[in-house]
């Protein structure tokens, strides 16, 4: 059985820094070797631009990899935000080579070097109210459909490497003064801003912290921000206050699931959802039954399969039926 805190919560940070790093390799195998013995899960990209990852475990390990990490890229600090979560969002530790730490795929895009201006989330507002300010959400698009801010613009993108493409046919520096952009922890519209200003956009500003430090910085009632917001891990999505959202995740194709869509006759648990199941194949949905038969015998041993969802899934089903993931909650530096 898992190994739980005594508070019944689990540390999770998140962060990335743009730095040059010269030996990838090198830093990849000394987070290894530091991780080896520790009980700290999660994901760390490794790229010659910086590093990138979010992690869950005990606070001090998750501090002492924070304070190692700095150390290698030699820095002071290394910045992160801290959530609690009910459960672990992660199942196994990866530390990843990569070309990007966040991937745009355009050469010579680099953020340590030409960054569009930070502005901080009590400021955002008024930013993003004027009537010459652009606003774009980076996100992909199954994220905006999520929620978002007033009044900002959808790309429509599969993945952040379709965005200099939107640019391209919907943003003219010419014509467009003011562009002000935002995404869920700070790290694509960081590159964006560094991207926009390659392209000979003259002012260009970004969400500092992301949406993340926004919901948690910006009372409700004051809030532009519009639904829920989506994470990359299984607490799936949080809501204004920085609490578990209403939304779970489909097994099979990964899309964020609301509560009607688990209503869908085509939702199938496990299995397929109203945004898969026509593109399903006889084959997946095979490899999807054995999994799901593997984590109910996981269950009846009172074991924790790898791929299992998190109670919480079956928690939010039932809410559904009766008509009724976590964040990062607070910035902090080591």
Not at 45 to 64: D, K, M
Not at 272 to 299: F, G, V
């Amino acid at each position: 059985m898992e190994h739980r805190p005594e508070d019944g919560t689990f540390r999770v940070s998140a962060f990335y820094k743009f730095i040059p790093v010269s030996d990838p390799a090198e830093l990849k195998q000394q987070l290894e070797s530091f991780l080896e013995s520790r009980s700290v899960l999660g994901t760390i990209l490794v790229a010659r631009e910086g590093v990138n990852g979010t992690v869950s475990g005990p606070e001090q390990e998750v501090e002492a990899l924070l304070h190692f990490l700095a150390s290698c890229l030699g820095i002071e600090t290394l910045p992160f935000k801290v959530a609690e979560a009910p459960f672990r969002p992660f199942h196994r530790m990866k530390v990843r080579l990569k070309r990007e730490i966040v991937t745009l795929g355009v050469e010579g895009v680099d953020p340590s070097r030409k960054v569009g201006t930070y502005v901080k989330p009590d400021e955002w507002n008024d930013l993003i109210r004027q009537q010459d300010v652009v606003l774009v959400d980076t996100r992909n698009d199954y994220e905006y459909a999520v929620g978002t801010f007033e009044g900002a613009l959808n790309p429509k993108t599969q993945s952040f490497r379709e965005f200099p493409k939107y640019v391209k046919e919907h943003l003219d520096p010419d014509k467009t003064p003011k562009v002000a952009m935002f995404c869920t922890g700070g790290i694509r519209c960081e590159k964006a801003t560094s991207f926009l200003l390659e392209k000979g956009f003259k002012e260009v500003y970004h969400l500092e912290g992301g949406i993340l430090e926004y919901l948690h910085q910006v009372p409700a009632s004051e809030s532009l921000w519009k639904g829920e917001c989506f994470v990359f891990d299984e607490r799936v999505t949080v809501n204004h206050d920085l609490e578990p959202g209403s939304y779970s995740m489909c097994h099979a194709c990964r899309m964020p699931l609301s509560p009607d869509d688990l209503r869908s006759p085509h939702y199938a648990e496990g299995l397929s959802c109203p945004y898969c199941h026509d593109k399903i194949t006889s084959e997946k949905r095979e490899r999807l039954s054995q999994r799901n038969l593997q984590m109910k015998l996981a269950r009846e041993r009172n074991e924790r399969h790898l791929g299992a969802r998190h109670k919480r899934h079956d928690q939010v089903k039932k809410a559904t039926a009766e008509e009724t993931a976590l964040p990062l909650n607070r910035s902090c530096s080591t």
